[in-house]
């Protein structure tokens, strides 16, 4: 062959692969088609691309050269660097490339903005990235896309198929990617059932976007669910198993509890209500798509003492939720000091803080649509708060699904049932070994284990004790050599001998929500940390404070230089600039490695040591404990509470009821000095000296919630009475024409039923509480379970409520008999009636 011919083959290729990604794009997707779009996004990509290290800056230019259209330049300009700086980009690539033959078979309807924010987007929430597109495809949702007549038809496909992929578990923050869902553990708790919906949607062209209470408003925790465009409008989807009519799920009858309903977006649409962007994403408030004409107007104006305008105020929403108040979003108010927000009927807080200045400010449930509330910043404490604040419900009609949706539901159950069963019966020959309880608790991952397993054939009990009683995700996504360096890391520390929490606060190999780790160290003897983690000391007083020392002569905390979102142990250790919450999670992996239990806290500059016996907060900037400088012990004084009924008498209450805060930055941080009940109502604290803000708050009914809130200044022993008008001594009792009265029969010599599917959320979640609380019950359900705990029971009165009305099939109910009387509750208690 001449040189001629093969230079012309030479750029004839080259010309072929720069193409590809054009061939069969809608014009709107090309750099032809959309120049102003592809140079926007082709600029932020490459500004995304700096930071990167390791070659994983060249490697993905290369991909932007390559492919240079408006979807790679979007990939790689709205994933976050952290996000980019740990994945592998020959799986951004696969991605890419599932969604270009997206768009040449399907065209596209929406606007580049849209289908890029809500189809291409290639991740949900915190995990990594994957080349899940392909896999998902081959695993059953390429012929689901070729069945489906229509889009309704494709959506409840892919519900049922996410049916016989996932069942609902309550795991850690960490999230699993849906490839570990599908492959590794076949079970997640809600956000991962949002992870695995929204990833499936996109992948067969479904737009979706992640949505959620990041807190409840009427009850304690929170929920994550998803969102799909039907009709085009947005719908909401909870539970997959009964998904077939959009917009009806558990939380139906509670729309008129929440105050904000959040939607992640990136490229918003004028008609989105957008509260706050940030470099990546932006947060849209979402509930006028749930409420409709229910919803309420609130404008908010900030305000000086005088009554001037102030702009450009951070103002944040909060609600009460595991003994605090909780921000639920933040914005920040126009120049004139104006926002306009959309909530829905429940009571709630605005906050504002301005140069030392603050505002606290309740917005109470009214029936008016509209509402205005002035936040008049003073300087001094936060006012006191002594409140009720209410919760609506509101009227839901359940739609019954025709029986082939329950046929199909129950045949999706059935093979979710068999690829759980696999994972038992592997384990099945020595299950009455604690090797064999891994190897099953491993589930899907037991290649993993079994490589490790070759490294260390016969691991020590207590070893194998703390893999099964400390976070199963860390079973499901490890592999060989983070077993292995988590068991060197065992040996190393004696942990046999701590108790759970102290084991967890310094074992666990990942701080916050970040990923695993991979290992340091040779092959053969993988480590947790770098041996320039361990420093030298007499004791751990000592080696805490050259290691954070040492922390602070390394690492720099800089927000704008620093890679922007979560990074694992190794990345982190490599990077000299860091965020400020970056730097806080490395310096608790930095005090675990040198044998110091510890913890990650959300207080800026603060992380939370165990030394000589003693849980004290330590001050990074300073590299000394907030409460005693460099003193290896801190002085205290006691705080006395005394919690008073209506009538004056004293009220014995759980002392979690009381909790104590730090305000700082315009923010409530909850600390972890606990109160202990002394009897006659009182319960006691020991407090360094400060200032703090006390909290007292329950839940009078899932309908109105009591909060009271006072600043107090310790110098010395102090002492105080509450008055808590209206706690609850007990439940509502069953009424005699209760519909639930033939199920008490089933209940025998059991004073405690819990009524609701076995794979419901929130029957697992009371089935939990429960079980925290050392109540013996009798589980009562519709379906039979092969995997169903022992006290779980098929109920035929249960059953026959359920036929007559489905709504009755994603009910929760706890039934409690006291002196011989039945009291219930219905949802999510916060506490047991005393």
């Known amino acids: 062959m001449s040189c001629c011919k093969r230079i012309f083959l030479l750029f004839a290729l080259i010309f072929a692969v720069l193409s590809l990604s054009a061939a069969g794009l809608p014009a709107a997707f090309t750099k032809a088609g959309n120049p102003s779009l592809y140079k926007e996004l082709h600029s932020l990509a490459k500004e995304n691309l700096k930071r990167l290290r390791n070659g994983q800056g060249k490697a993905y230019r290369r991909l932007l050269n390559r492919y240079p259209d408006v979807v790679m330049a979007y990939l790689l300009a709205y994933e976050s660097d952290a996000n980019l700086q740990c994945a592998a980009p020959a799986d951004v690539e696969s991605n890419y490339r599932q969604i270009v033959k997206l768009l040449a078979e399907q065209g596209c309807e929406h606007s580049p903005e849209f289908f890029l924010s809500y189809v291409a987007d290639q991740t949900v929430s915190d995990e990594r990235i994957e080349a899940y597109r392909a896999a998902l495809l081959d695993d059953g949702l390429r012929q689901i896309m070729r069945d489906s007549a229509d889009e309704l038809e494709l959506y409840r496909k892919v519900s049922q198929w996410c049916v016989s992929k996932l069942k609902f578990q309550q795991t850690s923050g960490r999230d699993q990617t849906p490839l570990d869902i599908t492959r590794k553990s076949i ?35 929170n929920h994550a669910w998803a969102e799909v465009w039907l009709d085009n409008a947005w719908h909401y989807t909870g539970d997959m198993d009964a998904a077939y009519y959009p917009d009806q799920t558990w939380f139906s009858g509670m729309i008129d509890k929440t105050v904000l309903i959040l939607a992640d977006g990136s490229l918003p649409s004028e008609q989105d209500e957008v509260l706050s962007r940030g470099r990546y994403d932006c947060v849209i408030n979402s509930v006028r798509n749930y409420a409709g004409e229910r919803a309420r107007t609130i404008r908010i104006r900030t305000l000086d003492e005088r009554g001037n305008p102030l702009g450009k105020v951070p103002v944040r929403v909060m609600v009460y939720n595991w003994y605090s108040l909780r921000v639920l979003a933040e914005f920040a108010t126009a120049e004139d000091g104006s926002f306009t927000l959309s909530t829905g009927r429940g009571g709630f807080y605005l906050c504002a803080s301005l140069d030392g200045r603050q ?55 059935a093979l979710w049932d068999g690829q759980d069963s696999s994972f038992t019966e592997r384990g099945a020959a020595c299950a009455d070994t604690l090797q064999g309880k891994v190897l099953s608790a491993c589930r899907g991952n037991h290649a993993a ?90 004791n751990d007083l000592e080696r805490l404070h050259n290691a954070m020392r040492w922390l602070k002569k390394k690492h720099r905390i800089d927000p704008a230089k620093a890679l922007r979102g979560l990074l694992p142990l190794e990345e982190a250790s490599r990077s000299k600039y860091l965020s400020n919450y970056q730097y806080c999670i490395l310096a608790v992996s ?21 030394v000589n016996d003693q849980w004290r907060y330590y001050n990074l900037r300073l590299c000394e404990f907030e409460d005693g400088g460099k003193k290896d012990s801190a002085s205290s004084f006691t705080l006395r509470v005394r919690t008073l009924d209506e009538q ?99 209940a025998g010599d059991c004073d405690c039923l819990l009524i609701g599917n076995f794979d419901r959320e929130n029957s697992l979640r009371l089935a939990e509480k429960l079980n925290a609380e050392g109540v013996e019950f009798l589980w009562l359900g519709y379906e039979e379970a092969a995997a169903a705990p022992a006290n779980y029971r098929v109920s035929p009165g249960w059953q026959a409520l359920v036929a007559a009305d489905q709504i009755n099939s994603v009910r929760s109910l706890t039934l409690l008999r006291k002196d011989g009387v039945w009291q219930y509750h219905q949802g999510i208690w916060e506490k047991l009636p005393r």
């Open 187 to 221: 079970v997640g708790r809600c956000e991962e059932m949002q992870i695995l919906f929204v990833a499936a949607a996109r992948t067969v062209g479904l737009p979706s976007r992640p949505a959620s209470t990041p807190w409840w408003a009427h009850m304690d925790n």
């Open 359 to 413: 505002a606290l400010v309740p917005v109470p449930s009214t029936e008016q649509n509209e509402l205005d509330v002035d936040l008049i910043l003073n300087e001094g404490p936060l006012p006191p708060q002594d409140m009720f604040l209410e919760y609506p419900s509101n009227p839901f009609t359940w739609k019954q699904a025709p029986p082939e949706w329950d046929l199909g539901v129950k045949e999706a159950k």
């Open 449 to 538: 284990w079994e490589g490790f397993l070759e490294m260390q054939p016969q691991p020590g009990p207590d070893f194998l004790n703390h893999l099964l009683e400390g976070d199963p995700k860390f079973l499901w996504q490890a592999n060989a050599a983070q077993f292995a360096a988590l068991y060197q890391n065992f040996q190393r520390f004696d942990a046999g001998q701590l108790n759970p929490e102290e084991q967890s606060s310094l074992l666990s190999p990942s701080v916050f929500y970040e990923e695993l780790p991979r290992p340091f160290g040779k092959p053969d003897s993988p480590s947790l940390y770098p041996a320039s983690f361990i420093k030298a000391g007499n």
């Open 590 to 610: 930095l005090a675990r490695a040198n044998g110091i239990p510890a913890q990650f806290t959300r207080i800026p500059d603060l992380i939370y040591v165990l």
């Open 648 to 746: 004056g008498a004293p009220l014995d209450i759980d002392p979690q009821n009381l909790s104590l805060a730090r305000w700082q930055n315009g923010l409530l941080y909850p600390l972890n000095h606990k109160f202990t009940a002394t009897g006659g109502g009182t319960a006691t604290a020991n407090l360094p000296r400060g200032e703090y803000y006390l909290q007292a708050g329950y839940r009078v009914s899932d309908a109105r919630t009591a909060y009271q809130l006072q600043h107090l200044t310790v110098e010395n022993e102090l002492s105080l009475d509450l008055m808590l008008r209206e706690f609850p001594r007990k439940w509502e009792e069953l009424p005699e024409d209760s519909e639930l009265l033939p199920l008490l029969a089933e």
